[in-house]
C-alpha cells in the first residue's frame, strides 16, 4: 500500500514570525489529533523558502513534520552566484525537493534538460525528488495532456533510468488548476495519474506500482477527500491552502480518513 504524502509548498511566502506561527499552529493541530500524529499511511511535509530553512527544520524535529526545499541546482558547491545545492539542502535536514514546479518552468526556464539534470542532483544529494508534471490550459484544450505530461516524465527517464523513480515523488499539476481557484475534477485527475502511472509501469511494473503520485492545482479542504480517494491520487501538493495551519491539517484528515 502507498502511504499518502501531503506536502505544503508555501512558494515564496512568510517573514521568519509568520513561518514560527504557522509551524506552530500545525504542530498544536497535531497534537490534538492522534489520527495524525500516530498515522504510519501519512507524511505531512513543508516546503518553505530557502531562508526558512534552519527555522523550520530547529521547530520540527522530533514531531511528525518532515522538512523539504523547493528548488536546488546542479553540483555539490561552486561559482554559481545565487544558487543552493542540493548537499545543501541535505545538510539543514531536508528530505524532499521540488523539481521542476510549474513556477519554475515558465518564469526560470527551468527546461526539461535542466529539470532532468536537477532531478539527478536531488538524489545524488540524497534528497527525494518530488517530479512536479502538467499541462496548460491551451494543451488540454488541444488534446496534449498526455504528450505534454509524457515529454516531461521521459525528459527524467531518459537521463536517469526507470531505477531511479524508486526512490522519487511525481506531482500532477495541471498549471491551469495552479493558484486559479479551479481544480480538477478527481475523474480528470484520475485519468491522467493512472496515465502517469502506466507509463512508468511500461519499464517496470513494481515501480510504477509502487511510486506516489500527488495532485496538485488549488486543493483545499473542500475538495481533498473527493481527490484522495481516487485509486491513483496519493496525496496532495498544496500551495494557497498550506499557509493557513487549519486548512493545511484538514487535507491531512482527509488523507487519514480516505481509502
Ligand atoms: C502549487 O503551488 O504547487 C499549488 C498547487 O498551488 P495551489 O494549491 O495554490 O493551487
Redesign the pocket.
Known amino acids: 500500500m502507498r502511504n499518502y504524502l501531503i506536502a505544503g509548498?508555501w512558494?515564496m511566502h512568510g517573514s521568519t514570525s509568520q513561518v514560527k506561527s504557522l509551524i506552530n499552529g500545525l504542530l498544536a493541530g497535531i497534537k490534538q489529533q492522534t489520527a495524525l500524529s500516530d498515522s504510519s499511511h501519512l507524511e505531512m511535509l513543508v516546503l518553505p523558502t530557502f531562508v526558512h530553512l534552519a527555522t523550520v527544520h530547529d521547530l520540527i524535529t522530533n514531531s511528525p513534520l518532515i522538512l523539504g526545499a523547493q528548488n536546488l541546482y546542479l553540483g555539490a558547491q561552486g561559482a554559481f552566484t545565487g544558487e543552493v545545492a542540493g548537499a545543501m539542502l541535505a545538510d539543514v535536514g531536508c528530505q524532499y525537493v521540488?523539481i521542476g514546479?510549474?513556477?519554475r518552468r515558465s518564469l526560470f526556464h527551468d527546461d526539461l534538460a535542466l529539470t532532468a539534470l536537477k532531478f539527478k542532483a536531488a538524489q545524488e544529494a540524497g534528497l527525494i525528488p518530488i517530479l512536479?508534471v502538467g499541462e496548460t490550459q491551451a494543451q488540454r484544450e488541444n488534446g496534449e495532456t498526455e504528450k505534454v505530461v509524457n515529454a516531461q516524465l521521459d525528459a527524467v527517464l531518459t537521463l536517469v533510468g526507470i531505477n531511479a523513480f524508486k526512490q522519487a515523488v511525481i506531482?500532477y499539476?495541471p498549471v491551469w488548476?495552479?493558484?486559479?481557484?479551479l481544480?480538477a475534477t478527481p475523474e480528470q485527475a484520475q485519468v491522467v495519474h493512472a496515465y502517469i502511472r502506466a507509463q512508468l509501469m511500461k519499464n517496470n511494473v513494481d515501480i510504477g506500482r509502487a511510486i506516489r503520485i500527488l495532485y496538485?492545482?488549488?486543493?483545499?479542504a473542500e475538495n481533498a477527500a473527493s481527490l484522495l480517494a481516487m485509486p491513483d491520487i496519493d496525496g496532495?501538493?498544496?500551495?494557497?491552502?498550506?499557509l493557513d495551519a487549519t486548512s493545511f491539517l484538514a487535507i491531512c484528515t482527509a488523507a487519514v480518513n480516505s481509502k
Open positions: 509548498n512558494k521540488l514546479h510549474s513556477e512536479c506531482a499539476e488548476a495552479i493558484g486559479t481557484g481544480t496538485g492545482g488549488s486543493m483545499k496532495g501538493l498544496i500551495g494557497g491552502a498550506s
